[in-house]
């Protein structure tokens, strides 16, 4: 019995030191419905986007993301046309401006993470409700209800406990499901958002092996503010805590900048000292690319670099807009 604690409590902890990065994405941009419920089809048309990423050193080459998010908003209307950002050409880029109606958005969101000897796949559904309080500015509430599937590679998995590696016996169930529920809340509009998520609010063991349920409560805190320059060139600054039990909490800091709606160039810094390029391009009114970069120069670091690939389809844009966040 008493082996079985250890084991039990070197496990917990082992989960929670893979959960650090979680989700372990560095175009988090795109993905902002995920953190949030409440930014669920905070953009008004159907917003589709993919991305994976892949670590070539430190972990034995075992660190892989793959992510996959569609989100969809009530304002995707040609006559209404009530979106935050609306604009036919980049002519007029700020003179269309609709005023702010009620409306409602909903999505589901997937990720699969490799960490080592462990598969992990996070399911969010999530549904907000977005109240206009001012012009172009939404109070947003929103819920997410979903699924995670956590796989051990393997009769045992290494972990780290304290800096030292531990062993960790799994036995014969190797696999677990549960089923979890998050929240969020948010001030959105064309110049600036604020928003806060609170994820793992529970996480019900549902089958498989019940002590690889990751019950770890993660609070979100993300905004970000437009500076305008001119009609051709903008930028944002935004800013994300994430806090979880038993961790110091994780920041990253960046800018993003814009050029005429076609070309994307940023720049973050993350608390755990790792510096991320970002780049994209619009190629056309539906689809867009990015490509990130993640060095982290420790040489204590158990991850040293990340490549990363985003893909964005925007389907039903009546506005032909581009949102940058």
């Known amino acids: 019995m008493k082996k079985l604690i250890v084991i039990l409590i070197g496990l917990v902890v082992g989960l929670e030191a893979t959960a650090q990065s979680y989700p372990n994405v560095t175009q988090k941009y795109r993905y902002l419905a995920y953190f949030s419920p409440a930014m669920a089809g905070m953009n008004d048309n159907l917003d589709i986007n993919a991305g994976f990423n892949f670590q070539p ?3 034995d080459n075992t660190l892989n993301t793959n992510f996959f998010s569609g989100y969809y908003s009530t304002g995707v209307s040609q006559g209404s046309r009530n979106a935050i950002r609306g604009t036919q050409s980049v002519d007029d880029y700020y003179g269309r401006r609709q005023r702010a109606e009620l409306k409602m958005g909903f999505g589901t969101a997937i990720m699969s993470e490799d ?11 999530a549904f ?5 309080i001012a012009d172009h500015t939404y109070l947003s509430m929103g819920v997410a209800v979903g699924f995670n599937f956590r796989t051990v590679n393997g009769d045992r998995f290494t972990a780290r406990d304290g800096g030292d590696e531990v062993i960790i016996e799994v036995g014969q169930d190797k696999n677990n499901s549960s089923l979890h529920i998050d929240a969020g809340l948010g001030v959105t509009s064309d110049e600036f958002y604020l928003a806060v998520g609170l994820n793992n609010l529970t996480n019900v063991y549902m089958s498989g092996n019940e002590i690889l349920t990751e019950k770890i409560f993660i ?7 437009r ?11 935004m800013a994300m805590v994430n806090v979880q039990e038993n961790f110091d909490p994780a920041w990253n800091v960046g800018v993003r900048g814009r050029y005429r709606q076609i070309l994307m160039a ?3 810094y993350t608390g755990d000292g790792s510096f991320i390029t970002q780049l994209g391009l619009q190629m056309n009114d539906y689809l867009n690319v990015g490509y990130s970069f993640a060095y982290k120069g420790s040489s204590t670091a158990v991850v040293n670099s990340i490549h990363e690939l985003g893909i964005g389809l925007r389907l039903m844009n009546h506005n032909k807009y581009v949102p940058i966040w």
């Not at 907000?128 to 206009?132: F, G, I, K, L, T």
Request: proline share 2%; hydrophobic share 35%.
């Open 266 to 268: 940023g720049f973050n």
């Open 227 to 237: 500076l305008y320059h001119s009609n051709d060139l903008e930028a944002i600054v």
């Open 115 to 125: 960490v080592g000897e462990i598969t992990s796949t996070y399911n969010s559904n």
């Open 57 to 59: 050193s430190g972990l």
């Open 128 to 132: 907000a409700v977005h109240v206009p």
């Open 219 to 225: 609070s979100n805190f993300m905004g970000g503010y």
